[in-house]
């Protein structure tokens, strides 16, 4: 089992930034993949980005690439998610997820789950 506890949103304004942290605890050594997902009120979940935990390899969703970073920091058990230039439509709850083999942007592979994090961006 693996206990994943959300932090760091919050509201901004559109064109500022925001880091999401997600700590990580319990069986983390078995941790292949953990990624960030986010819904919209009235919306599916969305892929946003995921990371491989051995080697840092990452995957970002083309709706946020080149503003959203996933990063790790193994030592912490935490992976995080770096937001530059927030727009409105950025609006969701976030939610970080793990697995213990699968590494991809489907929600439905990954096993764990955080509770989400609510971020608000105003125009």
């Known amino acids: 089992q693996v206990q994943l506890v959300e932090s760091g949103g919050g509201l901004v304004q559109a064109g500022d930034s925001l880091r999401l942290s997600c700590a990580a605890s319990?069986?983390?050594?078995?941790?292949?993949?953990m990624g960030w997902f986010r819904q919209a009120p009235g919306k599916e979940r969305e892929f946003v980005a995921a990371i491989k935990w051995s080697g840092g390899s990452t995957y970002t969703a083309n709706s946020v690439k080149g503003r959203f970073t996933i990063s790790r920091d193994s030592a912490k058990n935490t992976v995080y998610l770096q937001m530059n230039s927030l727009k409105p439509e950025d609006t969701a709850v976030y939610y970080c997820?793990?697995?213990?083999?699968?590494?991809?942007?489907?929600?439905?592979?990954?096993?764990?789950w955080g509770q989400g994090t609510q971020v608000t961006v105003s125009s």
């Open positions: 997820a793990a697995d213990f083999d699968y590494y991809g942007g489907s929600s439905r592979e990954y096993d764990y």
């Open positions: 319990g069986r983390t050594f078995s941790t292949y993949a």
